[in-house]
T-cell receptor, first 114, second 112 residues
Framework: KAGVTQTPRYLIKTRGQQVTLSCSPI?????VSWYQQTPGQGLQFLFE???????NKGNFPGRFSGRQFSNSRSEMNVSTLELGDSALYLC?????????????FGSGTQLSVL | SQQGEEDPQALSIQEGENATMNCSYK?????LQWYRQNSGRGLVHLIL?????REKHSGRLRVTLDTSKKSSSLLITASRAADTASYFC????????????FGRGTSLIVHP
């Protein structure tokens, strides 16, 4: 089985721009979660999607949004980029939701905001 | 939201030595998981221990859980240079959203 695929691997943007990141989960996995990782804050939960519905949302401003498609692929969008949005964005999938599942992570998208 | 905290923040040892990392958390949990991350890459799941379990083994890994102290430890025996990575614990709160929340990790360096 192919693993979790995130594209692009690296991204450089300037302040004020917007960006869309993509995540393809493992085949058969219906839950996709997004995390932001920075050296100072560690991994911070952004949101979780299950069967095209946002199930949970972390404490991030409305500039961060996401969606999930019928094939379980997910995208996250960040609008009006700020310097502080520079981070490694990680996507993780699991067969179901509920917290008893182990997460399978992609390699991440490294976003740099200049 | 609750968050596990790993201790120490950094650990440097020689190949062949054992490495022990600890995780403390704040509220009750459904389970606790340990993950490993090589530099700049995604996390890889190592082991999941449920709240009614006290110890679990997987190869050279041994995880213990003490719910009375709200703490867990990860022991890597006979460390290898390839074990160099960051290690994270993640907890899921049954009274919350069940979303695994992560600590800041322990950075382990194993010198050959």
């Amino acid at each position: 089985k192919a693993g979790v695929t995130q594209t692009p691997r690296y991204l450089i943007k300037t302040r004020g721009q917007q960006v869309t990141l993509s995540c393809s989960p493992i085949s058969g996995h219906r839950s996709v979660s997004w995390y932001q990782q920075t050296p100072g804050q560690g991994l911070q939960f952004l949101f979780e999607y299950f069967s095209e519905t946002q199930r949970n949302k972390g404490n991030f401003p409305g500039r961060f949004s996401g969606r999930q498609f019928s094939n379980s692929r997910s995208e996250m969008n960040v609008s009006t980029l700020e310097l502080g949005d520079s981070a490694l964005y990680l996507c993780a999938s699991s067969p179901s939701t509920g917290g008893n599942e182990k997460l399978f992570f992609g390699s991440g998208t490294q976003l740099s905001v200049l | 939201s609750q968050q596990g905290e790993e201790d120490p923040q950094a650990l440097s040892i020689q190949e062949g030595e054992n490495a022990t990392m600890n995780c403390s958390y704040k509220t009750s949990i459904n389970n606790l998981q340990w993950y490993r991350q090589n530099s700049g890459r995604g996390l890889v799941h190592l082991i999941l221990i449920r709240s009614n379990e006290r110890e679990k083994h997987s190869g050279r890994l041994r995880v213990t859980l003490d719910t009375s102290k709200k703490s867990s430890s990860l022991l890597i025996t006979a460390s290898r240079a390839a074990d160099t990575a960051s290690y994270f614990c993640a907890t899921a709160d049954p009274g919350g959203s069940y979303i695994p929340t992560f600590g800041r990790g322990t950075s382990l360096i194993v010198h050959p």
